[in-house]
């Protein structure tokens, strides 16, 4: 092999390199902010966890709230939880997150509770609004798109939330699939068709007579 050929071979393995230690960290960062509050993570806790130096992780994203900027992105998971045609979005949506839950022991959805700088909470929701909410309500037919994709993410990170975060008894002990056949149904009427008037007639006021 050419000196040149060499070169370009150990350029290649630096490049891999670099970039699997770039997603190790930003899968810690994901973990970290979906389990724990903004104010609490710190970039030694990360580079500790991703087994680099503190020095490292501020190489590559230059201050924690660049690194929480783009951990808390939703391109590639709102593409994976949307990635179903409609008639079966629910399960598909339920199935995904509780795979992810399973893989990463973190989940996209619940970095929205865990906003406390102002800064990183409005990059946030920014992605939040509009890399799934609205990719979504886009999707739907019929009135009331936009309350109808809302109410199918508060679902859904009402779900994270109580199985990693909260972790209570029922949710977390609770097998997926039997969880998958319980909350599907529930998101897919919501998807399906606009929302229901309620049967029970609002109270009158009295007459002003």
């Known amino acids: 092999m050419s000196s ?19 997603e190790a960290i930003l899968k810690v960062a994901r973990r970290r902010f979906s389990s724990c509050g903004y104010a609490d993570v710190t970039l030694r806790d990360i580079a500790a966890e991703a087994e680099v130096s503190a020095a490292l992780v501020v190489k590559y994203f230059g201050s924690k709230e660049n690194l929480f900027a783009e951990a808390s992105g939703f391109e590639q998971d709102a593409e ?8 079966r979005l629910g399960e598909h949506m339920v199935r995904t997150l509780l795979d992810h839950h399973e893989r990463t022991q973190g989940d996209p ?4 509770v865990f906003t406390s700088s102002r800064s990183a909470g409005a990059q946030f929701r920014a992605n939040f609004e509009h890399q799934l909410v609205t990719r979504l309500a886009e999707r739907l ?24 975060v ?9 097998p997926k699939e039997n969880l998958i056949a319980i909350t599907a149904p529930l998101i897919q009427n919501w998807i399906d068709g606009p929302l229901r008037a309620s049967a029970v007639e609002p109270p009158r006021l009295p007459s002003a007579d």
């Open 109 to 112: 959805l619940v970095r929205a």
């Open 166 to 174: 909260l972790r209570t008894q029922a949710i977390s002990g609770e």
């Open 4 to 22: 040149t050929g060499a070169a370009t071979t150990v350029g290649e393995d630096q490049r891999r390199d670099a970039c699997a230690t770039r």
């Open 80 to 87: 994976r939880l949307l990635d179903c045609e409609l008639p």
């Open 141 to 164: 037919t019929g009135p009331d798109a936009r309350l109808r994709a809302e109410l199918v993410c508060s679902v859904l990170m009402g779900l994270g939330a109580a199985r990693l």
